[in-house]
């Protein structure tokens, strides 16, 4: 698998990560993900999965200030590298090239 290769979910976070620009840390990002999929999205497999996309550097972070409400520690914020949204650009463009012609398979009316 390399560097560049990327899961389902993992996919799914980025694009949350990418949507939420400045605010893309933990909770917002679950959020951002159980609103649009209607799945319940466990926090668990979303931090691995923002490791594991760091370890590839499609993803990079950084700690906000310390806040009250949060005991003192910050916030772990997250973007996506140029890497990334190269990533993200040809595996939407291999779904597109595997899915072209199959609208009515699928469902879809043109």
Known sequence: MSKSSLGEFEK?????VLRLGSEAY????IEDLEERTLRTVSAGAVYVSLRRLEKKELVRSHLG???PQRGGRPKRFFSVT???????????EDWMAMARGLDEILGYSE
């Open 12 to 16: 799914l976070v980025m694009l949350a």
């Open 26 to 29: 933990g909770a917002t990002i």
């Open 65 to 67: 200030a310390p806040s």
């Open 82 to 92: 140029r890497e990334g949204i190269e990533a993200l650009r040809r595996a939407r």
